[in-house]
């Protein structure tokens, strides 16, 4: 069966799903739609973006052609709970990418990379209300068929032939759905060993550990979902915020 038989339907994400032509960023039009009562499950898809962005206030180039898409979720989850979402969505995402035909892997926290360049990201932000979460409004973009500078590339490009956007969003979809209702009823233990299976195991990359950078290869991830990098002397040391910039690829 062909990806484009291969039919995954969600039975929650995109319950409701509203297609913008253009916006700033669909993750503000999401979150805007969460405070005026949306459902779990809506989601926002933009055509462009024009103010795009990633995590550490980076920008995210958005130009027709990818795909941009934000949800609404509203799970029954403490505040502390939300940041690992992250690892459960990346996982959702690379698997409709490999469902598509790109081998990709992922880089912590929150990208999926092909051949070391960056096919996708995740963004997920809370709203609450009284310490209390109110929602989780998750942002993905997607290389799909727009021009990516050097450092990235388009799922076109990853499997050598056009990809159709309406049967990856549904794959995508069915894929995120499921990795999000694992993570919520059984936690992080059911992520950790799906995440690492997927992982860009031994890429080599630079981080910040405790103000100081460090260099080194990525090795696996603790049972709270930091990431694990070794150094030069085999020295394992704990990753829990900041950007991880990859070095070399053997991806
Ligand atoms: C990253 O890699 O830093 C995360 C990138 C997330 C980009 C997506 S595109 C859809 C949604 N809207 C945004 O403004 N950002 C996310």
């Known amino acids: ?55 550490d206030g980076h920008t995210w180039t958005s130009p027709a052609g990818g795909l941009y898409l934000s949800a609404v979720l509203r799970p029954a989850l403490p505040l502390v709970d939300v940041p690992p979402m992250t690892l459960a969505i990346g996982i959702g995402v690379c698997e409709a990418a490999r469902q598509a035909g790109a081998a990709s892997v992922l880089k912590w926290p929150n990208d999926v990379l092909v051949g070391g360049k960056k096919l996708a990201g995740v963004l997920v932000e809370a709203q609450s209300q009284g310490g209390k979460l109110d929602s989780v409004i998750v942002g993905i973009g997607v290389n799909l068929s727009n021009e990516v500078p050097d450092v990235g590339i388009s799922l076109a490009q990853a499997r050598g032939v056009a990809v159709d956007r309406d049967v990856f969003i549904g794959s995508l979809l069915a894929a995120v759905e499921r990795w999000v209702d694992r993570y919520v009823a059984s936690g992080i233990e059911a992520i950790i060993p799906a995440w690492q299976d997927r992982m860009a195991i031994g890429l080599s990359a630079r981080a910040t550990v405790d103000g100081a950078p460090l260099v080194g290869s990525m090795h696996g991830l603790d049972p709270d979902g930091a990431l694990l990098l070794r150094d030069d002397t085999g020295r394992i040391h704990r990753v829990r915020s900041g950007d991880v910039e990859v070095l070399r690829s053997a991806y």
Do not use: P, Y
């Not at 995954?8 to 032509?21: E, M, N, P, S, T």
């Not at 700033?24 to 039009?29: L, Q, R, V, W």
């Not at 989601?43 to 973006?49: G, M, T």
């Open 1 to 55: 069966m062909t990806f484009e038989t291969l039919h995954q339907v969600a039975r929650w994400l995109g319950c409701q799903k509203i297609v913008l032509a253009e916006c700033g960023s669909t993750n503000d039009e999401a979150a805007r739609l969460a405070r005026a009562g949306a459902k779990h499950g809506t989601v926002v898809i933009a055509e462009r973006q024009t103010a795009g962005r990633g995590r």
